[in-house]
């Protein structure tokens, strides 16, 4: 009988207290263009690289099907992401259509360009 009346009285908290969802102000659901991301810091800026980085890398090691190192991830084995980070926004800052794309779809068109001069 004990075990109702706590089991009643936690249900009637859930219906009389009021929940809402959690408030994500600084986080943005989508794909970010160039302008955003150089509004960001300097550090947002970094780990929004090594995850577009990460997830190029993991996509093209799902495509190509096999157990062999990504093409982003052998280009840049031996680059800092300081440098990685200044070719991006080098391109950013060239233009404002740049500025208008997804920051993704910017950065790869970047490395891939990079990445090929480095052959």
């Not at 190509?64 to 990504?70: G, M, R, S």
């Not at 093409?71 to 990685?84: G, H, P, R, T, Y």
């Given at each position: 009988?004990?075990?109702?009346?706590?089991?009643?009285?936690?249900?009637?908290?859930?219906?009389?207290?009021?929940?809402?969802?959690?408030?994500?102000?600084?986080?943005?659901?989508?794909?970010?263009?160039?302008?955003?991301?150089?509004?960001?810091?300097?550090?947002?800026?970094?780990?929004?690289?090594?995850?577009?980085?990460?997830?190029?890398?993991?996509?093209?090691?799902?495509?190509?099907n096999?157990?062999?190192?990504?093409?982003?991830?052998?280009?840049?084995?031996?680059?800092?992401?300081?440098?990685?980070?200044?070719i991006?926004?080098?391109?950013?800052n060239?233009?404002?259509?740049?500025?208008?794309?997804?920051?993704?779809?910017?950065?790869?068109?970047?490395?891939?360009?990079?990445?090929?001069?480095?052959?």
């Amino acid at each position: 009988m004990k075990k109702i009346f706590i089991l009643f009285g936690i249900m009637i908290l859930f219906e009389v207290i009021p929940f809402s969802p959690a408030k994500a102000e600084s986080v943005s659901l989508g794909m970010i263009t160039g302008g955003q991301y150089l509004k960001d810091n300097d550090n947002d800026r970094v780990a929004y690289l090594i995850g577009l980085i990460d997830g190029i890398s993991i996509e093209a090691f799902k495509a190509a099907n096999k157990a062999e190192t990504p093409w982003l991830a052998k280009c840049l084995e031996d680059v800092e992401i300081a440098q990685v980070k200044a070719i991006f926004e080098k391109r950013l800052n060239t233009g404002s259509e740049n500025l208008r794309r997804p920051a993704a779809l910017v950065f790869r068109d970047e490395m891939e360009k990079f990445c090929e001069k480095r052959k």
